[in-house]
């Protein structure tokens, strides 16, 4: 019997429009930190179609506050919050359904916390659609780090298994490098193919 193969899906930028909910849970810390009248609409607006970790820096900086400790906080509110103002992407909706059509198992990979984005996979994306949700643990991301194989190992699943990965940074294109699959950038519609995974290296990594 052939083993399941699957697809990797990145959550934020991607699957979901999930900047309004940032955005007002970044607005909650600035406001604890006497910083509520820079949080404007022309000050988020910007950041829009950058990666979260930009808008998280940016808002770090504004609040004077060192990005890991920003990012507690902001995780602390994003989790509070319902997921209404998260909305899924249908293009890439239609793309996830295919694949499954095809017989192809799914995987949601992201930096958001293991909680959260378990959520907003339930919530916005379905019941029973995702069949693997790999997101942050702690403060360290995931993205793009060694950490994804071993996740994908926790879960039975040998990286030779998968067989794409569907991103929107250059963050997405790296960690389909690690795994060594191919990669489709949904914004420019351009698919890279990577027949052989390259060596990963730890260091200077960030988040998305």
Same mark, same amino acid.
């Given at each position: 019997?052939?083993?399941? $193969?699957?697809?990797?899906?990145?959550?934020?930028?991607? =699957?979901? &429009?999930?900047?309004?909910?940032?955005?007002?849970?970044?607005? !909650?810390?600035? %406001?604890?930190?006497?910083?509520? #009248? +820079?949080?404007? =609409? %022309?000050?988020?607006?910007?950041?829009?179609?950058?990666?979260? !970790?930009?808008? =998280?820096?940016?808002? #770090?900086?504004?609040? &004077?506050?060192?990005?890991?400790?920003?990012?507690?906080?902001? +995780?602390? $509110?994003?989790?509070? @919050?319902?997921?209404?103002?998260?909305? #899924?992407?249908?293009?890439? @909706?239609?793309?996830?359904?295919?694949?499954?059509?095809?017989?192809?198992?799914?995987?949601? @990979?992201?930096?958001?916390?293991?909680?959260?984005? $378990?959520?907003?996979?339930? +919530?916005?994306?379905?019941?029973?659609?995702?069949?693997?949700?790999?997101?942050?643990?702690?403060? /360290?991301?995931?993205?793009?780090?060694?950490?994804? =194989?071993?996740? @994908?190992?926790?879960?039975?699943?040998?990286?030779?298994?998968?067989?794409?990965?569907?991103?929107?940074?250059?963050? &997405?294109?790296?960690? #389909?490098?690690?795994?060594?699959?191919?990669?489709? &950038?949904?914004?420019?519609?351009?698919? *890279? *193919?990577?027949?052989?995974? *390259?060596?990963?290296? /730890?260091?200077?990594?960030? %988040?998305?």
């Amino acid at each position: 019997m052939k083993e399941q $193969e699957y697809v990797i899906f990145d959550l934020d930028g991607t =699957l979901v &429009d999930a900047f309004p909910t940032m955005v007002h849970a970044c607005r !909650q810390v600035m %406001s604890r930190h006497g910083r509520k #009248a +820079d949080a404007t =609409l %022309s000050f988020f607006e910007p950041y829009r179609e950058s990666t979260p !970790q930009l808008l =998280l820096a940016a808002v #770090a900086e504004v609040c &004077d506050m060192e990005l890991a400790l920003f990012k507690e906080e902001f +995780d602390e $509110e994003y989790g509070k @919050l319902p997921t209404d103002g998260t909305t #899924a992407i249908p293009s890439v @909706l239609g793309i996830m359904q295919r694949e499954r059509e095809k017989g192809m198992g799914v995987i949601v @990979l992201t930096n958001k916390r293991q909680y959260i984005a $378990e959520r907003v996979c339930e +919530d916005v994306i379905g019941h029973g659609v995702v069949d693997y949700v790999i997101g942050r643990r702690d403060t /360290r991301p995931v993205k793009p780090s060694t950490e994804i =194989l071993t996740r @994908l190992q926790e879960h039975g699943i040998q990286r030779e298994r998968c067989i794409w990965y569907y991103g929107d940074t250059g963050i &997405d294109r790296v960690c #389909a490098e690690l795994i060594g699959v191919r990669y489709t &950038d949904i914004r420019k519609e351009k698919t *890279i *193919i990577r027949n052989n995974p *390259i060596t990963p290296q /730890r260091g200077n990594e960030t %988040s998305a």
